[in-house]
């Protein structure tokens, strides 16, 4: 399903439209889009939630973040939802959430082997996430 691209190849405008995010491996390669951290506010609203709920809210949360972000944006910073004690898949919410609402991401990690990496092998937070297994579009 998820297809792997060079930046080269890559043309934004014919990405436009497809409810799948574009996630950008490189910072350079979303330079010129208008880009949204989001770690603050969604720390923001997940802090008021009591912990054990916060697996629960966190998608809806997610939403509620999104909602005001302009259409076609390019999201970052959202390591907040990485911790593992909300046990959710931040691709497949990712995902979700691009049917909605059109946004590409800057990926928080790196690419190895046809997977994106999160975080150091080693440390709780450390997760892989096989391109082929979403609906996605990495640009390398």
Request: glycine share 4%; charged share 25%.
């Amino acid at each position: 399903m998820g297809n792997i691209i060079q930046y080269r190849l890559h043309q934004a405008e014919s990405q436009v439209g497809l409810m799948r995010p574009v996630i950008y491996c490189d910072e350079k390669y979303c330079e010129d889009l208008h880009q949204v951290a989001l770690n603050e506010e969604l720390a923001a609203l997940l802090i008021k939630i009591n912990p054990e709920r916060r697996t629960l809210k966190i998608e809806r949360c997610f939403q509620k973040v999104l909602a005001d972000v302009p259409e076609n944006s390019c999201i970052r910073n959202f390591d907040v939802l990485f911790n593992p004690a909300y046990k959710i898949d931040v691709l497949q919410l990712l995902t979700v959430a691009n049917r909605s609402k059109a946004f590409s991401v800057l990926w928080p990690g790196t690419v190895i082997d046809g997977k994106l990496v999160y975080a150091e092998d080693g440390y709780d937070d450390y997760k892989e996430y096989d391109i082929e297994q979403y609906d996605i579009i990495c640009v390398v």
